[in-house]
């Protein structure tokens, strides 16, 4: 039965490709019909998992989508994107727009799939070792981990680190530091001494083993986009996390999730902050929770972001119950929080050497840091680090705490982020947030309504 069942999904995919073959993707870059942004338009064969690719690539390639107009009723997807660059200028680099256009045309989407990183070669990839990290944060925590696999001769390539409800994800790529030319561990004992040592620090004083997990992949061949990934680790982990609201001095986001069924779908509004990789976090948990986004409209012009989706379930069927509905409005709350950055930004750019991460947090931790959120990258030889940072218990750092920080690290290698921005005011506490939802719920169904796709569910 599972050899039939394996063999009827594998027809189905060949089938897939083939339609896509047959009616390859469309994709046009316009930069005439807006004065502000650039508009990227696709046209493709609709198939599960389409708009979260096109999304993963136009945030890969560090661009801020403004607005978005998604339509996938039947077979095809058409969907409209202004972009702007991190900048906020209309794109003009012709290496970007190629960039676009061979990353989502004839080829390239739906073959791809979301499990890559664009930009990422396979071979700088299959020479690293992967280890997942999941278990209760506290106050230098991410040192420990950098520590152990330092004194394991580890090698740290590159790392995500998130921190959400009490709980830490993290992704960490290492090398072999007694192996030339970059090589991933292979020898077995060796990375089980390094999960079973992880786990030991992970789970810190707490007897619960199912509270710390740790895991490893001795080639990343098949390793998951990051994000994403950190992504379905920290929605596994629900119900580990300590109750808190993320709090700080950010806002949480407003999540509505409603029952349309004279159309039979389900509708989710979504209004918050605005910040960048929010769309890319909002639609990779609705693949991942397995709903389709058969219509939408983004906006995301200003300090706040309104995001207007109908979906239903892949079994064709709209959230049926009030459980479902609660429990995918839970879902997007937590993945609009989780990547949310608190703390201080403080940039690490020097020449990379094994042992230089533990060092650093080391000195973070031995001065009262706590870091809630690390993006570790490799470029050649040199080490391009951001964490964010709180006192260990929560509160903003203080300024002769960060000088003393950078005095011992070489003030002329870490630097304090400039975009670490004073937070901005809560979504819908006064008329204006409120308007802006209304005004753009109203520009999304009107837009909507005039292609003949839906009718007011109100």
């Known amino acids: ?6 063999r009827s999904n594998e027809m189905v995919d060949e089938f897939e490709k083939l339609v896509i073959r047959m009616n390859p993707p469309r994709v046009t870059v316009d930069n005439a019909s807006d004065m502000t942004a650039t508009l990227v338009k696709v046209d493709s ?12 690539v136009l945030t890969d ?4 989508i403004k607005r978005a107009y998604i339509s996938s009723d039947g077979e095809w997807f058409m969907d409209v994107f202004h972009v702007v660059d991190q900048e906020g200028n209309k794109l003009y680099d012709g290496q970007v727009i190629d960039r676009i256009e061979q990353s989502l045309g004839a080829g390239s989407l739906s073959f791809r799939g979301t499990d890559r990183c ?4 396979a071979e700088a990839e299959a020479a690293q070792t992967v280890i997942e990290l999941v278990g209760r944060d506290r106050p230098g925590l991410l040192s420990e981990v950098f520590a152990v696999l330092t004194n394991l001769r580890c090698n740290i390539a590159a790392s995500e680190v998130w921190t959400h409800d009490g709980r830490m994800a993290a992704l960490v790529y290492v090398t072999d530091a007694d192996a030339d030319g970059g090589c991933g561990i292979e020898d077995p004992d060796r990375l089980d001494k390094v999960k079973r040592l992880l786990r030991h620090v992970l789970r810190g004083s707490s007897r619960d083993k199912k509270s710390a997990r740790a895991a490893i992949s001795a080639r990343a061949v098949a390793a998951p986009h990051a994000q994403r990934r950190l992504h379905q680790m920290m929605r596994a982990d629900d119900g580990n996390g300590e109750g808190c609201d993320g709090g700080g001095v950010r806002s949480l986001p407003v999540v509505a999730v409603e029952d349309c069924a004279e159309r039979g779908y389900t509708l989710v509004n979504v209004r918050c902050q605005d910040r960048p990789k929010l769309l890319f976090d909002t639609v990779c948990t609705l693949t991942d929770m397995q709903y389709v986004v058969f219509h939408g409209t983004v906006i995301a012009e200003g300090s706040e972001a309104y995001q207007e989706f109908y979906i239903r379930h892949l079994d064709d069927g709209a959230a049926a119950s009030d459980e479902d509905r609660e429990q995918l409005r839970r879902g997007l709350e937590a993945a609009i929080q989780r990547r949310n950055t608190e703390g201080l930004g403080l940039e690490l750019c020097c020449e990379d050497r094994v042992g230089l991460l533990s060092d650093v947090t080391r000195i973070f931790r031995e001065h009262g840091l706590s870091v809630t959120h690390a993006e570790v990258e490799t470029r050649g030889e040199q080490a391009a680090n951001v964490f964010y940072v709180t006192t260990s218990s929560g509160s903003p750092v203080q300024a002769q705490a960060v000088e003393a920080v950078r005095a011992e690290i070489g003030d002329e290698v870490l630097f304090v982020r400039e975009d670490a921005a004073a937070p901005k005011s809560p979504p819908g506490r006064d008329g204006g947030g409120r308007s802006l939802g209304n005004m753009i719920r109203s520009r999304s169904e009107k837009f909507l309504f005039n292609l003949g796709l839906i009718r007011s569910c109100s």
Not at 118 to 121: A, D, I, L, N, S
């Open 61 to 64: 390639l560090k661009l801020t």
């Open 45 to 56: 064969a609709n198939k599960y998992g389409t708009l979260l690719e096109v999304v993963q």
């Open 118 to 121: 664009v930009g990422v070669e």
């Open 1 to 6: 039965m599972m050899a039939c069942g394996s």
